[in-house]
T-cell receptor, first 115, second 113 residues
């Protein structure tokens, strides 16, 4: 079965630190890749997405992610985090031909930014 | 405003008492889906629908039913809720050609005693 793995379940950083959250997916041919963010008490919102082209994609709020096909990875990065980035982050993959528009989600990374 | 609306947002119920969580989207999306979110397990798909009158099981469909009689609505039905269905539920939708991008509702927190 296709799967998505997020390396860290909990990450604690200080403000202004750099962030990298890992995401790996199992091989499944062509994929579309997403990062979603869930702020405390809120629903999931799209942070960024990759369909094709430049493997370095930029999203909202200064986030970016790099698709490395050879490593089946789509890591999320931010050079300098803020307290307001405290949230849960989910990596998601749409495998070609998989369940219409169904996404496979990772288990999430809970990010806490300390002031 | 484009949105996915779920009701109720919060519900406490007892084992065996049938309940329905409604989901409605105003974006004319073909695809709709239900997920449950549990600590340490992330989001797991319950059911999805590719269009009106077309529904299919996701990864964790046991104990749930859905229907898609209209394009905008996709209710989730728990015929006989049990405590292991205590969870946070999200409805999501997308246009048929979105390549997977989902638009989520606000979530419905359900507690079954």
């Amino acid at each position: 079965a296709q799967s998505v793995s997020q390396h860290n379940h909990h990450v604690i950083l200080s403000e202004a630190a750099s962030l990298e959250l890992g995401c790996n997916y199992s091989y499944g041919g062509t994929v579309n890749l997403f990062w979603y963010v869930q702020y405390p008490g809120q629903h999931l919102q799209l942070l960024l997405k990759y369909f094709s082209g430049d493997p370095l994609v930029k999203g909202i709020k200064g986030f970016e992610a790099e698709f490395i096909k050879s490593k089946f990875s789509f890591n999320l990065r931010k050079p300098s985090v803020q307290w307001s980035d405290t949230a849960e982050y989910f990596c998601a993959v749409k495998y070609s031909g998989g369940g219409a528009d169904g996404l496979t989600f990772g288990k999430g990374t809970h990010l806490i930014i300390q002031p | 405003e484009a949105q996915v609306t779920q009701n109720p947002r919060y519900l406490i119920t007892v084992t065996g008492k049938k309940l329905t969580v409604t989901c409605s989207q105003n974006m004319n999306h073909e695809y709709m889906s239900w997920y449950r979110q549990d600590p340490g397990l992330g989001l797991r798909q319950i059911y999805y629908s590719m269009n009106v009158e077309v529904t299919d099981k996701g990864d964790v469909p046991e104990g749930y039913k859905v229907s898609r009689k209209e394009k905008r609505n996709f209710p989730l039905i728990l015929e006989s809720p049990s405590p292991n269905q205590t969870s946070l539920y999200f409805c999501a939708s997308s246009p048929g050609t979105s390549k997977g991008e989902l638009f989520f509702g606000e979530g419905s927190r359900l507690t079954v005693l």
